[in-house]
Nanobody, 121 residues
């Protein structure tokens, strides 16, 4: 089994910062990509940022120049540094990993349980 454990959510005032982390554990052969998605009630889950094993990153337009994603391949951990937070960043943030748990298995997506981020004055 594979588990993704997130931490670092919370409440912050507009303009503040948070650092989210997510650690993957269990039967893991290789992680190809990790990332963060977010969801608010009544809306679909949306991409925030992803980072591939080789270091290529992707960001939603709404968070470019404010959020930074990074990954430690050896520790199977991904971080999201969220700066200049806005009220519209309020959401449940979910960690995602695309990985193989065995050399002959197909890549599959796994999700964390989610962590709440609230930006409010």
């Amino acid at each position: 089994q594979v588990q993704l454990v997130e931490s670092g959510g919370g409440s912050v005032q507009p303009g503040g910062s948070l650092r989210l982390s997510c650690a993957a554990s269990g039967n893991i052969f290789v992680i190809w990509r990790m990332g963060w998605y977010r969801q608010v009630p009544g809306k679909e889950r949306e991409l925030v940022a992803t980072v591939a094993r080789g270091g290529v990153t992707e960001y939603a337009d709404s968070v470019k120049d404010r959020f930074t994603i990074s990954m430690n391949n050896d520790k199977n951990t991904v971080w999201l540094q969220a700066d200049s937070l806005k009220p519209e960043d309020t959401a449940v943030y979910y960690c995602n990993a695309v990985l193989q748990f065995r050399i002959d298995s197909l890549p599959s997506a796994y999700w964390g349980q989610g962590t709440q981020v609230t930006v409010s004055s």
